[in-house]
């Protein structure tokens, strides 16, 4: 079993800026791809940015330019340097874990956090 957390969510003004920092741990894990998603009001979950455990790094076209994902493979971490937010990047912000436990793939999820950007 992987636990999963999220830190750094808040409350900013558009233009802002917000890191978020997400840990998975338990039992020992071998990682494959850690990434970000979201989901707004009245909105489906979206793929923000994935990073796999070679470095390889997808962004939503929404957030590109905007966003940078990065990862400590060494202590199973991943954060998203958000900068320049919109209002429409308001939403709960969820870390997913893909890892590989034998010939079994498992995706883990975090329990959110929320990022609101207003005036």
């Known amino acids: 079993q992987v636990q999963v957390v999220e830190s750094g969510g808040g409350l900013v003004q558009p233009g802002g800026s917000l890191r978020l920092s997400c840990a998975a741990s338990?039992?020992?894990?071998?990682?494959?791809?850690m990434g970000w998603y979201r989901q707004g009001p009245g909105n489906q979950r979206e793929l923000v940015a994935s990073?796999?455990?070679?470095?390889?790094?997808n962004y939503a076209d929404s957030v590109k330019g905007r966003f940078t994902i990065s990862r400590d493979n060494a202590k199973n971490t991943v954060s998203l340097q958000m900068n320049s937010l919109k209002p429409e990047d308001t939403a709960v912000y969820y870390c997913?874990?893909?890892?590989?436990?034998?010939?079994?793939?498992?995706?883990?999820w975090g329990q959110g956090t929320q990022v609101s950007v207003s005036s």
């Open positions: 990073i796999t455990r070679g470095g390889n790094i």
């Open positions: 338990g039992t020992i894990i071998n990682i494959q791809e």
């Open positions: 997913k874990v893909l890892s590989v436990r034998g010939n079994t793939r498992t995706t883990d």
